[in-house]
């Protein structure tokens, strides 16, 4: 009788134990995803918003054509090597009347074992004709988080394995 009460106790516990383990991983998981995304929609806009103002200030000096489009390439050339330097991708499209809203889009990808946050939208008015796409590689921070939840794990299994053996 004492054995079955033990195994039952032992089993209770195992199962707290790990659905424990799961809760924390899912809110961990969830937690640091919503983190990446603020900071991608943060830096995402403030690009937007610096650019936007380079881009008026062109604007106000070659009033469209060839010139302004090649002035704003050049420009957008530099954000792109800054930008380089700190793992985020960016690509300007121009398109004249396809983009007619400027919200943000926000996707995760996983591509050749690495992680990344893509945001893309239009540029603010008067700017719409131009999509701006932004890309975060998140692969350090998803390790880290798959090692944290693996260490949790194994520290869960050690704990119910001498648990086993002591009791």
């Given amino acids: 009788m004492r054995l079955?009460?033990?195994l039952a106790a032992f089993l209770l516990f195992?199962?707290?134990l790990f659905a424990s383990i799961g809760v924390v991983s899912?809110?961990?998981t969830r937690s640091t995803t919503y983190m990446?995304?603020?900071k991608g929609a943060r830096e995402f806009h403030a690009i937007i918003r610096s650019f936007s103002r380079d881009m008026a200030a062109v604007y106000a000096r070659f009033p469209g054509g060839r010139d302004f489009?090649?002035?704003v390439n050049q420009i957008f050339d530099s954000y792109v090597l800054h930008y380089r330097r700190n793992n985020i991708g960016l690509d300007l499209a121009y398109a004249p009347g396809r983009f007619d809203d400027d919200h943000a889009v926000i996707t995760f990808r996983?591509?050749?074992e690495r992680h990344?946050?893509?945001i893309a939208g239009a540029l603010?008015?008067?700017f719409l004709d131009f999509h701006l796409s932004y890309v975060l590689d998140i692969t350090a921070h998803i390790d880290d988080m798959q090692q944290i939840q693996q260490f949790l794990w194994i520290t869960a299994i050690v704990v119910s394995l001498v648990a086993a053996v002591f009791l």
């Fill in 26 to 28: 899912a809110h961990m």
């Fill in 69 to 71: 489009l090649t002035a």
């Fill in 36 to 38: 990446l995304q603020e």
């Fill in 116 to 118: 990344y946050l893509a």
């Fill in 14 to 16: 195992l199962c707290v």
């Fill in 110 to 112: 996983q591509q050749d």
């Fill in 4 to 6: 079955k009460t033990f």
């Fill in 124 to 126: 603010p008015v008067p």
